[in-house]
């Protein structure tokens, strides 16, 4: 991961710039590190390649400059994928990373991998931001960062839904 890190972090610095409410568009090959036993790219490598989809969004939009400056940097407090179809040593892919939504407490994302127009993996994170001296970061202030949001940005139901169910089954055990 620390090739591809650096590789992604010179190549995002040439990328055209975005706005954080914009969808990232980020491009991958399969390589031997991402392997299992399977010989497919592992689900754990998946939520690591996430990372950076959401980091080229962050680092596009100059929102990872607002906020750090801010003594703030964001955590994933959850998150869901499907997995559809497997990714293979040389495939390329994309990955596309987007806020979808917000609440009093959560940002929430989508990121899809595709192969064309073909999904291989979908996910949703539930995230917030913290900061470095300690505590959270209120949502308000960070779309405060953010400028202008959406009129039509919106929690779609069955994500509001799922941060509702896994919250309880996280209080339950």
Excluded: C
């Excluded at 989809?53 to 939009?61: E, I, K, P, T, V």
């Excluded at 892919?93 to 073909?118: A, H, K, P």
């Excluded at 959270?136 to 139901?157: C, I, N």
């Amino acid at each position: 991961m620390y090739l591809r890190l650096l590789l992604f972090m010179i190549r995002v610095r040439f990328a055209s710039r975005l706005s954080i409410w914009d969808t990232s568009h980020t491009a991958f090959r399969v390589n031997l590190a991402d392997l299992d036993v399977q010989r497919h790219m592992n689900n754990g490598r998946f939520l690591s390649i996430m990372d950076l989809g959401r980091m080229d969004l962050m680092l596009r939009s100059r929102f990872w400059d607002r906020i750090s400056r801010q003594g703030w940097y964001p955590v994933v407090a959850g998150q869901t994928i499907t997995y559809r179809k497997p990714l293979t040593l040389g495939q390329k892919f994309d990955l596309s990373t987007r806020v979808i939504g917000y609440d009093e407490r959560w940002i929430y994302m989508e990121q899809v991998f595709r192969v064309g127009r073909t999904v291989h993996a979908d996910a949703i994170v539930r995230a917030r931001f913290l900061r470095r001296t300690g505590g959270s970061v209120d949502v308000s202030e960070v779309l405060d960062q953010a400028g202008p949001v959406p009129a039509d940005l919106e929690v779609p139901q069955w994500v509001a839904d799922w941060n509702r169910e896994s919250s309880a089954h996280s209080r339950a055990l």
